[in-house]
């Protein structure tokens, strides 16, 4: 993206079918909306160790953009599921006041898998759904498949 949102694989490749994993996703979804990583990260995940994402983890820790996954870990090198993708969208913008506005009709239940939605995401989905953020495809949302770059890049795309 040419805002310096995400780089490629390698130089000139972008790779849109590769697995994206949860801080690379969180990393520049923060990017995208111009929150900066804490810079002396206090209270982070106890595997948020010592790399490029460790003050974006602190810095959604602490802006309630994520709980992680239990026990104070997020799992940044797991590859990210739809529903996670989606969930830690509609808490940034929840955080920074810019949920979308506006009904499609869509709820959750329009779609052929809205059971396969675990609880901690219905929240989320059921208004991204609402708002049209979350279209699916043939009638499903696929919430446990893991998200490549390409969807990550057009999510993004089609908020910015």
Do not use: C, H
């Not at 520049?28 to 804490?38: F, K, N, Q, S, T």
């Not at 790399?51 to 799992?75: D, E, H, P, Q, V």
Request: aromatic share 8%.
């Amino acid at each position: 993206m040419s805002r310096g949102i995400t780089t490629g694989t390698a130089e000139g490749i972008f790779s849109p079918q590769e697995q994206l994993t949860r801080s690379q996703y969180l990393v520049m979804l923060m990017r995208a909306y111009g929150i900066e990583p804490d810079a002396q990260p206090k209270d982070n995940f106890l595997d948020a160790g010592s790399t490029y994402y460790t003050g974006y983890l602190a810095a959604a820790k602490r802006l309630n953009i994520t709980k992680g996954i239990g026990s104070n870990l997020f799992a940044p090198e797991r590859p990210i599921t739809r529903q996670e993708m989606f969930t830690l969208l509609y808490n940034t913008l929840k955080e920074l006041g810019e949920l979308p506005v506006g009904t499609t009709g869509t709820t959750l239940e329009s779609f052929r898998d809205a059971d396969k939605v675990a609880p901690w995401a219905k929240e989320a989905m059921e208004y991204l759904a609402k708002t049209g953020m979350v279209r699916g495809s043939d009638g499903l949302l696929t919430p446990e498949s893991i998200a490549t770059r390409a969807e990550m890049a057009q999510v993004l795309y089609n908020l910015l």
